[in-house]
Nanobody, 121 residues
Framework: QVQLVESGGGLVQAGGSLRLSCAAS????????MAWFRQAPGKEREFVAA????????YYADSVKGRFTISRDNVKNTVYLQMNNLKPEDTATYYC??????????????WGQGTQVTVSS
């Protein structure tokens, strides 16, 4: 049974940093794309970042480019999201996702339960 478990969320002041982790289990995802999405209260889920399986190509939403970095450790079956210079508008529940290929839509095959990130001003 595939399971994705996020961790690393919390409360941070604006300008601070957090590192999210998502550990996958149940199968090996080294060839799969891994991504992060987020959803703020009253808003739709939005794409944040993704990393491909084969060539480790990275993709970012314009709103986080230059501040967030996605990476993965295929030995640990884990994807990370390093978030720097956080802003109050980054406040949301962050979800990791795994799928066959990188897309910016929510059509990934597997999803985690989410971790809350709150940025105070």
């Amino acid at each position: 049974q595939v399971q994705l478990v996020e961790s690393g969320g919390g409360l941070v002041q604006a300008g601070g940093s957090l590192r999210l982790s998502c550990a996958a289990s149940g199968r090996t995802f080294s060839r799969y794309a891994m991504a992060w999405f987020r959803q703020a209260p009253g808003k739709e889920r939005e794409f944040v970042a993704a990393i491909s399986g084969a060539f480790l190509s990275t993709y970012y939403a314009d709103s986080v480019k230059g501040r967030f970095t996605i990476s993965r450790d295929n030995v640990k079956n884990t994807v990370y999201l390093q978030m720097n210079n956080l802003k109050p508008e980054d406040t949301a529940t962050y979800y990791c996702a795994v799928g066959i290929k990188v897309v910016r839509e929510s059509s990934y095959d597997y999803w985690g339960q989410g971790t809350q990130v709150t940025v105070s001003s």
